[in-house]
């Protein structure tokens, strides 16, 4: 096995996989994993380039780790198992967010198990040899619980009333 690699197993319901629900788990596993390489090392923008190092109808998709900038090595490994640790305790049903895991990346994980409800039995991460960890849709139960919600508030504010604009979107000013 190569070194700082990720491999995903995605089992189909069927004999064959559908395309759309491999490019799903496959694309919203790359986004979680920039995600997290963005919050690990403090960057707008991923330190990381991910390129799959196999792929096979019978054998799991592997991805590898290649720096698209010089990149330590321990870094690389940080992401990956912060990613790993992180979807773990989303699995066991954490009540806080994983480290390292913003608001996107919750909803990239949650994205990564939605093909769990068509096309897809089973979707397994494994980092380098370690057990590993399958993914259900308890991940996208516990990102539901920890992503902000949605609210509306009542409320009053006394001042002068300058500007109310209705051209685009609603939106007032009070100074």
Known sequence: MIDDSLT??????????????????????????????????????????????AVSMNRPLVFTTFPDIPTKPQFRRDVL??????????????????????????????KIVAPLNTGVERIAFTLDGEAPLVLSQRIAASADLLLPKEHDEIGSFEGRLETLTVHGRRQFVIW
């Not at 004999?15 to 694309?27: I, M, N, R």
């Open 8 to 53: 995903i197993t995605i089992t189909g319901k069927t004999e064959h996989l559908e395309v759309p629900c491999f490019l799903s788990v496959l694309d919203s596993a790359l986004d979680l994993l920039r995600e997290v390489d963005c919050a690990v090392g403090r960057q707008r923008s991923p330190q990381i380039e991910w390129r799959i190092a």
């Open 81 to 110: 198992e912060l990613c790993i640790k992180g979807l773990r305790d989303m699995e066991s049903g954490v009540s806080a967010v994983p480290r390292y895991f913003t608001t996107s990346a919750l909803e990239y994980a949650k």
